[in-house]
């Protein structure tokens, strides 16, 4: 009896392993042949669609903190524009201009504000954390203003320069080489962050956002969890913003923006939070959407945009891709 029920755990759990990979080599090949189909339909918009990229790092990053720990916050631009200055200060004032030694120090520039903001807000819940969050991106935006000597201010962070990749692939003006740097860093943090929300840490991460007091009561730490995933959601951010930093060549006050974390938000809610394949595409539809109602109505696109907003939360609460994959799913019991 308990070989049978033993067989019956490990065949359920290799289904369940089985599930995941397949799940996964479908997001993996998703993500490279729509990037295929970009650098293929818009070679002379590679800009925008690295821009995409960088932003779809600093949702995912959200999406860690906010849809897998339930940690509220409108402040996360703080650990993206904290990436971007870490990366162009190193090569504007320390001229290290080698993209990955940048991207490296976007990680560890992240990394740090997002143990910084972690200990700020998580000391706090609900409204008070979202008081916090709003409190520390205006005190990082005004630290940047400040610090003019070298962040530049409110003139920007100029003088950003980057090597060719392995002394091969140089950085064009047509944006070719950085969006290919972009797709490859998203596909390797989206590998990392998949295994990251799957393993028993993500799982306990998952436990906390539903009963923290009840983890508590099994003898673990809510807030170290928290802590950790805060930290490895800054060093996501900080990849988006030593990106953007690399492929504009300068960095702004505007990704230390209030503005910046509220889109980033939106975008993570209309994808559909706890999914990174829901934060991928919530940026990719409100970016490219954006984009495009803006070009053709310059007067009133932000009404366009209010309006798909409304729409989504009105009739795809569970964000665009949350809702149709519990479509899907009910199609599938309704055949079975």
Known sequence: MTLAMDTQTTTAVQIRRNRFFGRDTAGIAAIVALASIGYLLFPDNLALLTRVIAIALLVLSLDLVTGYCGVATLGHAALFGSGAYAAGIVSAHFGITDPLLMTLAGIIGGAAAGLVCGIVILRAHGLPQLVLSIALINLFHEFANKASSWT???????GISADP????FEFDLYGHTAYVFGVILLLVVFILLRLVVRSPFGMLCRGIKEDALRI?????????????????SGAVAGVGGALNAISTQVVGLDSLSFTLSAESLVMLVLGGTGSLFGALSGTVIFMLFEDYVSAANPFHWLTMVGALLVAVVLFAPKGLYGTATAFFVRRKETAQ
């Not at 508590?216 to 490895?232: D, E, F, N």
């Open 165 to 168: 990749i392995f002394g091969t």
């Open 216 to 232: 508590r009561a099994m003898g673990a730490s809510p807030k170290a969890a928290l802590m950790k995933m805060y930290v490895i």
């Open 152 to 158: 530049g201010g409110s003139d920007g962070l100029s």
